[in-house]
């Protein structure tokens, strides 16, 4: 039966300083993705096999998880040290066949490049409504690739791990907050600064602060747009104690109360944070989780730029309230 189809694009580009040799070793090596791949990252025990045929110049990568599901990458052109391009065939979660990706290579200057990632697909016309929200999933999954092909053309390290805990109890506790509002790009920023400010605060008025802890209340992929509350945990007695007229214009006190959640913990720079939300959601379903919508996720920092200097050494909970 002929199904109708919306095609359409993306791309995401990254700058990286590195001999030109290093960086195609990686694109072109499909051997050597699992160091950087946004999925492999995800379920690093998944199957993965790679079919040469040398003097073809042609290869076929093909992966299998209970995770990030199944597909092949067919290599089906290539320009020494500038363009490759894939035929992709995804067969599981869902089966979309000829799709078209591309590596490009361009010099900015000697030892710097721009490294472009193209895909053209497409969906079935009665899931339009899906495409804005499958261009940023994929645009923010490329963009997890760069960052770490990045890391290892230019270091060869890349040290980021996650570890997941499918049930925990995040235990009530008593905060206080600043609410902040904005892009994705902007948060990274922003949620800093915030912390700053608030432990500031609460330096200046003597109030005993615990720990540091984030709550996400919203987070449109789509619109990039992003809500979320930058939280220092004080006591039951404290809380008590104080009132939202006592602090700063601002900043204000509330209370997250007890949840169910699966646990997720990241170890390394934020900058891989992204690794740790993508594959939280993605296990959910197949661990047999559901996630409770009327509950904000968070984040539970337990080193981080308040008690560390090194980012290898950072270690953040993320909590997804579960039914």
């Not at 499918?166 to 949620?191: H, L, N, R």
Request: aromatic share 18%; glycine share 4%; hydrophobic share 35%.
């Amino acid at each position: 039966m002929w199904i109708f189809t919306i095609e359409f694009g993306l791309e995401e580009s990254i700058e990286i300083q590195a001999p030109k040799s290093k960086i195609w070793e990686q694109l072109v090596d499909a051997t050597k993705w699992k160091k950087w791949s946004p999925w492999f990252i995800l379920e690093p025990n998944s199957q993965h096999s790679v079919e040469w045929e040398i003097w073809k110049l042609w290869y076929k990568e093909q992966r299998d998880g209970k995770y990030i599901g199944s597909g092949e990458w067919i290599l089906t052109e290539i320009e020494e040290e500038k363009i490759l391009q894939f035929t992709l065939n995804f067969f599981k979660p869902f089966k979309s066949l000829w799709n078209i990706a591309e590596y490009h290579i361009e010099e900015l200057w000697k030892d710097h490049y721009k490294i472009t990632w193209t895909l053209q697909t497409s969906l079935p016309i009665f899931f339009f409504f899906m495409k804005k929200m499958m261009i940023s999933m994929i645009k923010a999954d490329f963009k997890r690739g760069l960052i770490m092909l990045k890391d290892v053309a230019e270091t060869w390290k890349l040290e980021t791990s996650t570890t997941y805990v499918w049930t925990d109890k995040f235990d009530k506790q008593f905060y206080i907050a600043k609410k902040w509002s904005g892009s994705q790009e902007e948060m990274w920023v922003s949620m800093w600064e915030d912390f700053k400010d608030l432990h500031k605060m609460c330096g200046e008025k003597n109030i005993e602060v615990q720990w540091w802890f984030s709550i996400y209340d919203k987070s449109d992929m789509t619109k990039d747009y992003f809500e979320y509350q930058a939280c220092l945990i004080i006591s039951e007695d404290t809380y008590n104690r104080l009132s939202n007229s006592e602090l700063e214009e601002g900043f204000y006190l509330d209370t997250y109360e007890e949840t169910q959640v699966a646990k997720i913990t990241h170890t390394w720079d934020y900058k891989y944070l992204g690794n740790s939300w993508t594959g939280a959601f993605m296990y959910l379903k197949p661990e047999g989780l559901k996630y409770n919508k009327k509950r904000s996720p968070i984040e539970y920092y337990e080193i981080g730029p308040h008690n560390s200097q090194n980012p290898a050494e950072y270690k953040t909970h993320i909590g997804l309230p579960i039914k």
